[in-house]
């Protein structure tokens, strides 16, 4: 499970916030909203990565072996991807509830 934690925390992303400074001198700041999205998406990626560490911890803590840590771990990967899609299905319907309405 140690090659896992890992694998999960080498996936991590980093900011170059240097790079994104330089870059926002010579576009009058305009960059700025491309470095914003930028440390808003890795930030979320890296949260991600945060709950599957705990998770894997958490398993492991409570008596798991490594086959069931992850098979357990899978099954709620898939659970919160299904939540992320209900959300975004539900959203669309409302929106096209006002939309039409």
Not at 20 to 49: E, F, Q, Y
Request: glycine residues 2%.
């Amino acid at each position: 499970m140690n090659e896992q934690l890992f694998v999960l925390t080498s996936r991590k992303r980093t900011t170059n916030h240097v790079l994104h400074l330089l870059l926002c001198i010579p576009t009058l700041g305009v960059w700025l909203i491309v470095w914003l999205v930028v440390i808003s998406m890795n930030s979320s990626h890296n949260k991600k990565i945060d709950r599957q560490i705990d998770r894997i911890v958490q398993y492991k803590v409570d008596g798991l072996s490594d086959s069931d840590t992850f098979k357990q771990n899978e099954a709620d990967n898939a659970d919160d991807d299904a939540f992320h899609w209900k959300v975004i299905f539900a959203i669309v319907v409302v929106g096209l509830y006002f939309y039409y309405r």
